[in-house]
């Protein structure tokens, strides 16, 4: 069919008095054709009609797809039940020629950002090899929009620890962070709500508000909204990770560092100049950072197996074998698992990411070889000053511990009754009990008190004079 200047060509050439076959020779065309648009007299090009097999079950269309709420496998599927000759291209062909569950896409809308004004985070997972083994990896990245300065790290998971772990690395990398930054409706961020109406996590906004930034996400189906961030994805997959081997994790987020160096210096002919010359211009707008970041951890609490190691997401790093049973507090960072008695440190291990169900020891958590585990308690404050006061009751002392395990308070009475008691009185009560395996101290005492009876207040034998 002939186009509109083609058209406009045949009109003006009739026009100025020239036959058809001369127009037709002129432009390359069938005389019949130069006829028919010539009688036509119009240039504009008349619409297609054609037969459509569905036109006769429009109603039945329009019915079913709204019973099936727009499948239209099962829209054809009952048409070829009702007797309809329809192949499902023609079904699907009718359907958007007349817009039935269908609408042209909106045109996508061009956003200008201001320096610091805006920053975009978002995730994408891919395929890496690390380790010699194809690995699912979650790609994190943050883009500033004004420069289009990227950084980008892998994760084998992404949480809200990770996510704040990274956003950290990123805000750091660039010295300072934009006013918001906008994510999707993940619940990594987001506790209710979506768009405008979105409400992040306490903990993510607390996070926001220590680096002096918001957290804000764009509607749910706009994702022009967020292309700063969302154009990269393909670039680091098929730029960064295809084709490429990684030793471990740390040495893909290494190389993926000095990548977002090398794209962040290289010039760009869409920006006319590299990302970091457009940073120059957008650092000083930057909110700078805080004076004191501590580092970002997950905490929990654990209990040294009796083995002594504590079990963090399926890896058993060890702890000091003294602290079997103990339950401790264990601080999960990006590089390293801290172990904490109370607040003092007392291991510290290269945080591992894989494989699964594998031990990291350290080897000054174990006894020293040979000797195993002491069974010998230590002594307590109160065993030392019953020894240093009296030596003569250390084998009653070591008896009494053997009886009352770890507890203490039986040693203070001890020391109390031998403070406040004649000591040799004391001596005899406790032989005595020692003879018999007697370690009821209120037993003990009233055999202390009667010998004190029968030697300080003897009674008297004969009558007293009248």
């Known amino acids: 069919m002939l186009d509109e200047d083609t058209r406009t060509a045949i009109l003006r050439l009739h026009a100025q008095g020239h036959g058809s076959r001369k127009i037709a020779r002129a432009l390359g065309i069938a005389r019949d054709s130069v006829r028919r648009i010539i009688s036509s007299g119009s240039p504009s090009v008349p619409p297609l009609v054609r037969a459509q097999l569905a036109e006769a079950w429009r109603e039945q269309i329009l019915e079913l797809h709204a019973r099936y709420e727009g499948h239209l496998g099962r829209?054809?599927?009952?048409?070829?039940e009702l007797g309809a000759a329809v192949s499902y291209p023609a079904l699907t062909a009718f359907c958007r020629r007349h817009g039935i569950g269908s609408a042209p896409p909106p045109p996508a809308g061009h956003y200008l950002f201001g320096p610091g004004q805006e920053m975009q985070h978002d995730t994408s997972p891919h395929q890496a090899k690390v380790a010699g083994t194809v690995t699912r990896v979650q790609t994190a990245s943050v883009v500033l929009c004004y420069s289009r300065m990227i950084f980008f790290q892998h994760y084998p998971r992404f949480t809200r620890f990770e996510c704040k772990a990274f956003l950290a690395q990123a805000i750091d990398y660039f010295r300072g962070s934009a006013g918001r930054c906008m994510v999707d409706n993940s619940s990594v961020v987001v506790a209710a709500g979506t768009g405008a109406t979105m409400t992040p996590a306490p903990e993510m906004a607390a996070f926001a508000a220590r680096y002096g930034f918001v957290f804000v996400a764009h509607e749910k189906g706009d994702a022009n909204r967020s292309a700063r961030v969302e154009a990269p994805f393909q670039r680091i997959e098929k730029g960064f990770l295809v084709g490429e081997h990684f030793a471990h994790w740390s040495d893909l987020n290494q190389r993926a560092r000095a990548t977002c160096e090398a794209w962040n210096a290289k010039y760009s002919t869409k920006l006319h100049a590299s990302r970091r010359e457009l940073f120059a211009a957008e650092q000083a707008a930057l909110k700078?950072?805080?004076?004191?970041?501590?580092e970002v951890y997950q905490l929990?609490?654990?209990?040294?197996?009796?083995?002594?190691?504590?079990?963090v997401n399926r890896v058993r790093y060890s702890a000091p074998y003294r602290l079997i049973g103990r339950a401790l507090e264990v601080r999960e960072t990006l590089d390293r698992v801290a172990i904490y008695e109370g607040p003092r440190g007392v291991a510290s291990h290269a945080r591992v990411l894989g494989p699964w169900d594998i031990r990291v020891t350290d080897p000054a958590h174990r006894p020293p070889r040979g000797q195993g585990l002491s069974r010998h308690r230590p002594e307590s404050p109160e065993q030392t000053e019953i020894l240093q006061i009296e030596p003569r009751l250390a084998s009653y002392v070591q008896a009494l511990k053997q009886h009352i395990g770890d507890r203490r308070a039986p040693l203070r009475r001890l020391l109390s009754m031998l403070r406040d008691y004649p000591r040799e009185p004391f001596l005899a009560a406790v032989a005595d009990a020692e003879r018999y395996r007697l370690f009821d101290l209120d037993r003990l005492e009233k055999m202390v008190l009667r010998q004190i009876a029968d030697d300080y207040f003897p009674q008297d034998l004969e009558p007293a004079d009248e």
């Open 300 to 311: 929990c609490t654990r209990i040294v197996d009796a083995e002594g190691y504590v079990s």
């Open 288 to 294: 700078p950072l805080p004076l004191h970041v501590p």
């Open 75 to 80: 829209v054809h599927d009952a048409l070829n």
